[in-house]
């Protein structure tokens, strides 16, 4: 039942279902914090239990020993009272005698009683012992799961922050995704293109014009010699040809 009534108190925090704590928290860094506190807390109560439950072992185990010890000189008493009545006795007193027996007996009752109180204790002390035992077991098991909840707890929240730091990383990565330069880039190339396709065009019509004027020059000089040849024959004249005769 000690045992019971120690660790009872800390049996709702070991059965909780942390995962589903930790889901239902807004923050589970103050989560894992507030088990961490309260589980060092349960740790400290039944320190404080165990060590009253271990001073009382030791009470009666002073106890046990002073009984015992009790006896023996009880028993060492009623020697020596019996040995002075039967002096007394060989000598003649048998007065004194009888008194010095009847402390002898006195002394008998009290290594009695002081050994059955032995007898009562030594089962007492065993279980005892045996509580005690199981009780510093249990505390050393809870420091030890104390100990994983805090490595635990290092464990998740660096992963909390892993997790958080590779959400940003997508979230960055999707904003440059869905700001692409590139398609800026893309536009101005466009109108590079367009800027370059209209210098092209300029030049091919001034090129065009500049055929049409070297036409115009062509067709000038044919009419300048027609005019020639015209004026010959006006003249009585043959007409000259490119050729000659």
Partial sequence: MAKQSIFGR????????????????????????????????????????????IGNLRLLERDHAEDKQAATEWGNKAIAASRKADELRASGDAVDADKFDNLAKVALQRQISAENEVKTTAPQLAAQN?????????????????????????????????????????????????????????RFEEKVRRVEARAAGQQELAASSLDAQFESLDDLGE???????????????????????
């Fill in 130 to 186: 045996e509580v005690v035992e199981k009780l510093k077991s249990g505390l050393n098991g809870m420091k030890f799961k104390l100990e994983e909840l805090r490595a635990k707890r290092s464990e998740l929240l660096a992963r909390q922050k892993t997790a958080e730091a590779q959400t940003k990383v997508h979230d960055a990565v999707k904003s440059i995704n869905v700001m692409d330069p590139t398609s800026d880039l893309g």
């Fill in 10 to 53: 800390i049996s709702t925090l070991m059965k909780a279902n942390i995962n589903a704590l930790l889901d239902q928290a807004e923050d589970p860094e103050k989560m894992l914090d507030q088990l961490v506190r309260d589980y060092t807390n349960n740790i400290a109560d039944a320190e404080a239990a165990i060590a009253e439950t």
């Fill in 223 to 245: 009419l300048t010699e027609v005019e020639a040849r015209l004026a010959a024959l006006k003249a009585g004249g043959q007409p000259q040809g490119q050729l000659g005769s």
